[in-house]
């Protein structure tokens, strides 16, 4: 999903009110007309996405199911309606698409909100690619589980990937074109980038 572009953004705007908790925010999301985000006890409301970034999120998520349906482990792909908590951050974001190993863990056995990501993807545009590549990658890599962040760029036919090769080295790859086929090492499977970018125009 689209957010602020830094951490201090996203403070500015959210909300001067007594923190809450991430029950109780659990629970106003269940009933909200539109998608928040927790931040430690503040709730910020989500920009909606455009288009493109909505077809290429789909897109990635339909790639990632076929690519991953005849692997020996069992792989759960979920779209951008799921959150991810950070337990380090006590944060609860929705990435556009989180990939799971096996058996899903929730917090507090709530189905809506996942703990133990393998495989995260976000699809950059101009506003959030600062972000998504610093702060909040940071607060990504604290989640045990976490061992690949894919970076899906909506305005060219470029994916960056980054893959948890030992704790603390992260191996960065950048493929581009159409043509071009992305490995995720963390799930042993490949995606076309033609796949990704079907009918997708720049």
């Not at 430690?40 to 989500?46: A, D, E, L, R, Y």
């Not at 990635?60 to 076929?66: P, R």
């Not at 349906?69 to 779209?79: A, F, H, K, M």
């Not at 191996?171 to 796949?195: F, M, Y």
């Amino acid at each position: 999903m689209q957010v602020a572009s830094t951490l201090d953004t996203i403070q500015r705007k959210a909300p001067t009110t007594h923190p809450i908790t991430l029950e109780n925010y659990l629970k106003r999301e269940a009933l909200s007309l539109h998608k928040n985000e927790y931040y430690n006890g503040q709730i910020v409301k989500m920009p909606g996405a455009k288009a493109k970034h909505n077809q290429i999120t789909m897109q990635i998520g339909a790639a990632l199911i076929t690519a991953t349906e005849n692997l020996e482990l069992i792989y759960l792909v979920y779209n951008s309606d799921m959150k991810v908590y950070i337990p380090a951050y006590n944060q609860a974001v929705y990435p556009d698409a989180v990939v799971v190993c096996e058996t899903p863990l929730y917090w507090n056995n709530q189905e809506d909100i996942i703990l133990n990501p393998v495989l995260i993807v976000e699809v950059l545009s101009k506003r959030t690619k600062s972000y998504d590549r610093g702060d909040k990658f940071l607060k990504y890599k604290t989640i045990p589980s976490f061992k690949e962040y894919v970076l899906v760029s909506q305005d060219s036919c470029s994916i960056e990937t980054w893959h948890r090769e030992a704790p603390g080295l992260w191996r960065e790859t950048i493929i581009e074109g159409r043509d071009a086929i992305v490995h995720l090492a963390s799930l042993g499977c490949d995606i076309a980038l033609n796949k990704v970018y079907r009918n997708v125009s720049f």
